[in-house]
């Protein structure tokens, strides 16, 4: 008897393993396919029936995992937030000076527009796209941002290219602003030329904190 119950223990134990699994395996297809359509096709044009088709996931397990459209949103921006955070920091890891960080910057821009995987900022596709429907998801773009700024602040600092905290911030949200200005042209215009104006306005940036 004893043996018979250990048995079953270690079945209901494997059982509760392989749920388990089988849910966060589904939780993934979800996100994946969320990141896919809202980065192509835009948070407002994707519904949620469409994810739960191409996830292949049932939709009471989409609503197991997330209780709207608008949490899945937010675990987008966090993912979305991490990779874009890791590269910046591994550009700049890898950059000797704020021009080399440019260049390096721009040629993966472009890179991925070469492989018809450049949708524009992710952070201000949907921010428009929200509009004051999602108090939610707008403090999310704006907390993402804000780290941007931030990272982007401290490495002009330690490059000396800023004089002081001051000077960093602002110039760090020009060039940002560059950034972002550059990108949309380009959606608006369909140039890829568009693109070099980030560097190029960039550069203009630090080369007036220089002389002031």
């Known amino acids: 008897m004893k043996k018979a119950g250990q048995k079953r223990t270690l079945s209901s134990s494997k059982s509760e393993t392989t749920r388990k699994k089988e849910s966060s395996t589904v939780r993934e297809r979800i996100i994946e396919t969320a990141v896919r359509l809202f980065e192509s096709q835009g948070y407002a044009a994707t519904g949620i029936n469409q994810i739960i088709a191409e996830s292949n996931a049932a939709k009471a397990s989409f609503y197991d995992h997330f209780l709207s459209k608008e949490l899945l949103g937010k675990e987008y921006l966090i993912r ?17 000076t704020p021009k080399e960080f440019l260049s390096s ?108």
């Open 80 to 96: 979305y937030g991490k990779r874009h955070l890791t590269l910046i920091r591994s550009l700049i890891e890898h950059s000797e």
């Open 105 to 212: 910057w721009v040629k993966i821009i472009r890179r991925q527009l070469r492989m018809q995987k450049l949708y524009g900022c992710p952070m201000a596709n949907l921010r428009a796209q929200i509009g004051s429907d999602s108090p939610l998801l707008a403090r999310e773009v704006q907390k993402l941002t804000t780290e941007t700024l931030a990272v982007l602040a401290d490495f002009l600092l330690v490059q000396k290219a800023a004089a002081n905290e001051k000077s960093a911030r602002l110039m760090a949200r020009r060039m940002f602003s560059a950034y972002e200005g550059a990108i949309h042209l380009w959606q608006l215009t369909g140039e890829a030329e568009a693109l070099e104006d980030i560097e190029f306005l960039s550069l203009q940036i630090l080369q007036t904190s220089e002389h002031n």
